[in-house]
């Protein structure tokens, strides 16, 4: 059948579009393969022709910049600085041992540290670079820089090594930092991929391990060219990584200083707390270490005479160390009982010189006895007999109680290693502990803070601190978090009677300021600045009945090992308390004359904020102490404080 003309032009026209269309379809797909075409063969031509032959561009991981470390004046106690370091990548160096080889020809490389680094090499991902050689000088950089093309795989780079400028006097504070273990790596569900980086270092101890995720960053990457040899090229991109934060710690480095020489050689601790906030502005441990010799890998010559000393250095001794507190345990028991209405202040006990209980004698330190003791007797005269009798009166659980109140037997929590928990024993920690019934004579020695009590002289100042302000004060160390201040450690109130609480403070007061007091030799003159405490001695060996009949052996007679530990706690100003302190000099004999002389140097320091005026002292001391303020003086470092010198 003929189609008529209209017909036939409908017909043309619907070929028409779907011509059009298909042709546009196309058009737009040439075009599209086209831009394509030109993007990948001329826009990405050198990049992608590079991965063609042999894959190479390489990605890197950047190890994050370290925080820093502050004390509370911005003066810098953990620091990063420049140093040149060789590092070699295995998959680009081919054959390790050769190429170290070459390497120890162009700078000097002991044997030992070439065999080394090639076993860290070839244990490390092939892609990572590996640190060869540390702490490189100009000249010897500049070499390996000349020698690349004979040196695959090998480079040279500015790093940052991690240094201690106050050296001795912060290593038991901020602590050091060391190389990554396969330990370190295996302990970790998900290891930071940056760990693996060989000789990447991390904290240690105390601050700079504790605090170990705020110091350490993120890392970054980059994206670099190498050529046929292994020799970086360019950089092709870089994402940054996120530096760790600066931490500001509460310390106050000049009176640490201070406090360190003060304590010299002896085998001591101090601390000195702000009753105000908590802040710990001097943590002093004797003798310490310089933690710069640890950073490149300590020698056997250095580490072993440190492991070996009596007077272990290595240890922490203000929050590591727990000793029997002595007669500074007395105001604990003697709030017990005030606390409970088991005694008065004027109520009195009557000292022979020894107690009879349980068939055994407990003798006081003064042999003939004090006579009558009131609670302000016993304090000053620190009347061993007087407290024996209040132990028995208000018993261990009441006693032990009141000693965590003060912040005794309790762990402080603190960005520093292994803090100890001490010791405030009850009943039942004798029975899970020890297997065996508490008897009477355990309260006894307790009373004096001696058998099972233990403490540390953290918790010494702690508890001191609490009874000068009737408050809750919690010790603090980390001030701020890149500038962000921490929350203080004033505490809430401890809400025990305030009328208690002044009688026990009266009777440290008179410990130090009457002439009969245990501490009088120590006192402060200058009278805004009166100092209350008390001085306290625990043995460290018995006394047989044979040695007392004959006469007990003085501490000067002994052995080092089997003196008495002395101590001292103290809060001044009396009136306003603003700082406590306790000192514990290990085997020192008597705390009124190791201990008591050193706590009141170094409040006064503390209290003067530096060097105190003669007249604040005793006439007869001063002759002395400004020849010992001299030596002292000698002795303070340069501290830098955001990069400028300052005395």
Avoid at 395 to 400: M, N
Avoid at 607 to 636: C, F, H, M, N, W
Wanted: aromatic residues 6%; hydrophobic residues 40%.
């Amino acid at each position: 059948m003929r189609r008529n003309r209209a017909e036939t032009d409908a017909s043309q026209t619907k070929l028409s579009r779907r011509a059009a269309l298909l042709g546009g379809v196309q058009l737009l797909f040439m075009g599209g393969l086209a831009a394509r075409m030109n993007y990948l063969q001329v826009d990405q031509a050198d990049q992608y022709l590079l991965l063609a032959e042999e894959n190479r561009i390489n990605i890197r991981l950047i190890p994050p910049t370290r925080g820093e470390i502050f004390d509370r004046n911005g003066v810098q106690l953990a620091q990063n600085i420049p140093s040149y370091r060789i590092v070699m990548v295995r998959e680009e160096a081919g054959d390790v041992e050769e190429v170290m080889h070459r390497l120890s020809k162009v700078i000097d490389l002991d044997p030992e540290a070439r065999d080394r680094a090639i076993a860290e090499v070839k244990a490390a991902e092939r892609f990572l670079p590996v640190t060869v050689a540390d702490n490189v000088t100009w000249d010897e950089l500049s070499r390996v820089s000349v020698n690349a093309p004979a040196l695959p795989g090998v480079s040279p780079e500015v790093g940052l090594t991690r240094v201690y400028p106050r050296g001795s006097d912060f290593a038991h504070i901020v602590g050091r930092v060391g190389r990554v273990s396969k330990t370190d790596i295996d302990a970790q569900e998900i290891p930071d991929a940056v760990l693996r980086i060989p000789r990447f270092q991390i904290g240690r101890i105390n601050v700079e391990a504790r605090e170990e995720g705020l110091l350490r960053g993120v890392a970054g990457t980059k994206q670099v060219e190498v050529n046929a040899t292994g020799r970086v090229m360019r950089e092709l991109s870089r994402r940054e990584g996120q530096s760790g934060a600066d931490l500001q710690l509460t310390i106050d480095s000049k009176l640490q200083n201070y406090v360190q020489a003060r304590l010299g050689t002896e085998s001591a601790a101090v601390v000195i707390i702000d009753c105000e906030n908590g802040d710990l502005i001097a943590n002093a441990s004797s003798p310490s270490y310089d933690p710069n010799l640890f950073i490149g890998g300590i020698s056997s010559a250095d580490y072993d005479p440190m492991l070996e000393s009596k007077h272990r250095p290595l240890v922490n001794k203000t929050v590591q160390g727990t000793y029997p507190p002595g007669s500074t345990y007395k105001m604990v028991v003697a709030m017990a009982a005030l606390e409970e209405g088991i005694i008065g202040p004027d109520d009195t006990v009557y000292c022979p010189g020894h107690v009879e209980v349980g068939g055994r004698k407990f003798h006081c330190w003064k042999r003939a006895g004090h006579g009558w003791m009131d609670l302000e007797d016993s304090l000053k005269q620190s009347c061993d007999v007087y407290y024996y009798d209040l132990a028995l009166k208000v018993g261990i659980e009441k006693i032990s109680a009141m000693a965590k109140r003060f912040g005794l037997g309790i762990r402080h929590d603190l960005p520093l290693s292994s803090v100890a928990s001490g010791l405030a024993p009850t009943k039942a920690w004798k029975r899970e502990t020890r297997d065996a019934e508490w008897v009477i004579g355990d309260t006894v020695n307790a009373s004096i803070g001696q058998g099972f009590t233990l403490s540390s002289p953290l918790q010494l100042a702690v508890m001191t601190a609490r009874i000068a302000t009737n408050r809750m004060v919690t010790p603090r160390l980390i001030k701020s978090i890149d500038g962000i201040e921490q929350p203080s450690g004033g505490g809430e109130p401890l809400g025990m009677n305030e009328n208690n609480l002044r009688k026990i403070r009266k009777g440290m007061h008179v410990v130090v300021n009457d002439r009969r007091g245990t501490g009088y030799r120590s006192r402060i003159i200058a009278e805004e600045m009166r100092m209350a405490g008390k001085t306290g001695t625990s043995q460290v060996r018995s006394i047989t009945t044979a040695e007392r009949a004959r006469g007990v052996s003085r501490n000067e007679d002994l052995p080092w090992e089997r003196r008495d530990h002395a101590l001292f706690v103290a809060f001044a100003p009396y009136d306003k308390p603003r700082y406590a302190v306790s000192v514990l000099v290990e085997h020192g004999g008597g705390g009124s004359t190791a201990a008591a002389p050193i706590a009141r140097d170094v409040m006064l320091q503390a209290l003067y904020s530096g060097e105190p005026p003669l007249d604040a002292y005793p006439t007869a001391d001063r002759e002395r102490i400004a020849e010992q303020q001299k030596q002292l003086r000698d002795v303070q470092p340069q501290a830098t404080i955001k990069g400028k010198d300052q005395a």
